[in-house]
């Protein structure tokens, strides 16, 4: 059995440890970012290579939502090499169009929080505590009203993912017919080209195709 003191040294080596911990967990969020309207087929790899051109990464957690029946643009933090290569990857994103994994629409970026992360330590100290509420109890109705109001928040929340999805399929749609026309626009040119019509056009204006 321990000592009084064994158990106090014991107790002073796990708040050490714990601090430590929690100032490394600390320094890790100050080189993350937050990215999403990720599409849901974008891998590591992808993510590594689109911001090899201002940062390194090195380490990517995809934050995924179980709660809903819809396969939606996915969220990630990404551990970059130290806080302004963090900073300046935040900054790149928002001040210009950046598409990962051909999302009809930019990605958007952020400086990572503490309570993004699913693996984050427990303040050195802390305790958590855990009581079965009962009717009657004094805090019951406040857990009640706590449990409607996460109902309604689930509901609004599924009535705004239909209406995101919604604009991401017309924003595609749109997409895709810019594509089309500037398709069909370069098809034409290379057609004209192919078979001497832009040199017949040419020798009619009299223009010199070649003309530096």
């Given at each position: 059995?321990?000592?009084?003191?064994?158990?106090?040294?014991?107790?002073?080596?796990?708040?050490?440890?714990?601090?430590k911990e929690?100032?490394?967990?600390?320094?890790?969020?100050?080189?993350?970012?937050?990215i999403?309207h990720?599409?849901?087929?974008?891998?590591?790899q992808v993510?590594?290579a689109a911001?090899?051109?201002?940062?390194?990464?090195?380490?990517?957690?995809?934050?995924?939502?179980?709660?809903i029946?819809?396969?939606?643009?996915?969220?990630?933090?990404v551990?970059?090499?130290?806080?302004?290569?963090?900073?300046?990857?935040?900054?790149?994103m928002?001040?210009?169009?950046?598409?990962?994994?051909?999302?009809p629409?930019p990605?958007?970026?952020?400086?990572?929080?503490?309570?993004?992360f699913?693996?984050r330590?427990s303040?050195?100290?802390?305790?958590?505590?855990?009581?079965?509420l009962?009717?009657?109890d004094?805090e019951?109705?406040?857990?009640?009203?706590?449990k409607?109001?996460?109902?309604?928040?689930?509901?609004?929340?599924?009535?705004?993912?239909k209406?995101?999805?919604?604009?991401?399929?017309?924003?595609?749609?749109?997409?895709?017919?810019?594509?089309?026309?500037?398709?069909y626009?370069?098809?034409?040119?290379?057609?004209?080209?192919?078979?001497?019509?832009?040199?017949?056009?040419a020798?009619?204006?009299?223009v010199?195709?070649?003309?530096?």
């Amino acid at each position: 059995m321990a000592t009084p003191d064994e158990h106090a040294d014991a107790e002073g080596l796990m708040g050490e440890h714990a601090e430590k911990e929690h100032a490394d967990f600390k320094a890790r969020v100050k080189r993350t970012i937050y990215i999403d309207h990720l599409s849901p087929v974008v891998s590591r790899q992808v993510i590594r290579a689109a911001l090899s051109q201002c940062a390194n990464v090195v380490s990517v957690e995809f934050i995924e939502n179980y709660t809903i029946p819809y396969d939606i643009p996915a969220a990630a933090l990404v551990e970059l090499d130290d806080e302004s290569q963090a900073k300046s990857a935040v900054d790149l994103m928002r001040d210009f169009p950046f598409i990962i994994g051909g999302m009809p629409r930019p990605v958007r970026a952020s400086l990572a929080r503490p309570e993004m992360f699913a693996d984050r330590p427990s303040l050195p100290g802390s305790k958590m505590e855990f009581l079965w509420l009962k009717q009657g109890d004094p805090e019951y109705d406040g857990m009640s009203k706590l449990k409607s109001l996460a109902k309604r928040q689930e509901a609004e929340n599924m009535a705004l993912i239909k209406s995101i999805l919604e604009e991401e399929k017309e924003l595609a749609a749109q997409q895709q017919i810019m594509l089309d026309a500037n398709y069909y626009k370069y098809d034409l040119l290379e057609s004209i080209v192919q078979n001497g019509t832009i040199k017949n056009l040419a020798g009619h204006y009299r223009v010199n195709l070649f003309d530096s």
